[in-house]
């Protein structure tokens, strides 16, 4: 994309936490969103938040990030009201904690379905467009430090992150004809409104990152708004660790 395209982008998961605030970030830099969550009374919040900031930047479309054809209407509602796609972040994702020998199918296939199938439908069909308009486009998965490194009863969350980021090396071989990059964020323990809920969350990250921090939502944020942005058109196939120098020396807080 040039400087003079309108950038409109699809960010899944937005209703809270990280992923509202790479929606916010982007809307802040001029880019039109497409905001996504499940719940719709989250999507409607979050989208009034937004346009109360800047105003006509968001409209909101509440549905499972994981569902194909739901992942479909979202690219063609970004086109029919923005009039193009070119970034598209499948945010959306989820944690389930258990042990490996006793993980079920059903909490596998909830974790598989969400993070590793919807990001890869919303790119498959995200670049589709893109390829259609003749613009290029970035996509950005959210993956994690746990896609870098083993976690204790993360085995499937872990892998499905792993897996985003082999997915966006390999779509370079495959997208980078048609100007679209494509990267991942992996963040370590961010302060979100679900970590929050874990007993003394920032207190026990805070001891334990270089930094003396966890993350918070726009530390994550301020890096996908740069990795999406005409500033990093030659940036492609990378992951961005963001976790306060913690995978330095990995101390795991919980064993
Ligand atoms: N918070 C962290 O510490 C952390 C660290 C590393 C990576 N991540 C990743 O960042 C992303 C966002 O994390 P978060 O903690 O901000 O999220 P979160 O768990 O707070 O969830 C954000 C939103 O996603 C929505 N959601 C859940 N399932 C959905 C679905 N099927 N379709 C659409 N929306 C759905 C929820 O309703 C929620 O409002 C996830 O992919 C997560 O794996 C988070």
């Given at each position: 994309m040039s400087k003079n395209t309108l950038e409109v982008a699809i960010v899944t998961?937005?209703?809270?936490?990280i992923g509202l605030a790479i929606a916010h970030e982007l809307a802040k830099s001029g880019v039109k969103v497409v905001l996504n969550d499940l719940a719709p009374t989250l999507t409607a919040e979050a989208v009034s938040k937004i346009n109360s900031a800047f105003p006509q930047s968001c409209i909101g479309l509440a549905g499972d990030a994981s569902d194909p054809e739901f992942i479909q209407r979202m690219v063609d509602t970004a086109v029919e009201h923005?009039?193009?796609?070119?970034i598209a972040i499948p945010n959306a994702g989820i944690t389930i904690y258990g042990e490996f020998l006793s993980f079920s199918p059903d909490d596998f296939k909830k974790v598989t379905q969400l993070n590793l199938g919807g990001s890869f439908f919303l790119a498959q069909a995200a670049s589709k467009q893109m390829i259609r308009q003749g613009t290029g486009g970035a996509i950005l998965f959210m993956s994690s430090v746990t896609g870098h490194q083993a976690h204790k009863n993360l085995a499937a969350y872990g892998m499905t992150k792993a897996g985003l980021e082999l997915l966006a090396k390999t779509l370079v071989v495959e997208l980078s004809q048609y100007g679209i990059t494509v990267n991942a964020v992996a963040p370590g323990a961010t302060v979100t409104e679900r970590t929050s809920m874990q007993e003394d969350f920032v207190g026990i990250w805070s001891n334990i990152t270089p930094l003396g921090k966890p993350a918070y939502p726009e530390d994550i944020a301020h890096a996908v708004a740069f990795l999406v942005?005409?500033?990093?058109?030659?940036?492609?196939?990378q992951s961005l660790v963001i976790d306060g120098g913690w995978t330095s020396t990995s101390p795991s807080p919980y064993s």
């Open positions: 998961g937005a209703g809270v936490g923005f009039g193009a796609l070119t942005s005409a500033n990093a058109r030659h940036i492609t196939g």
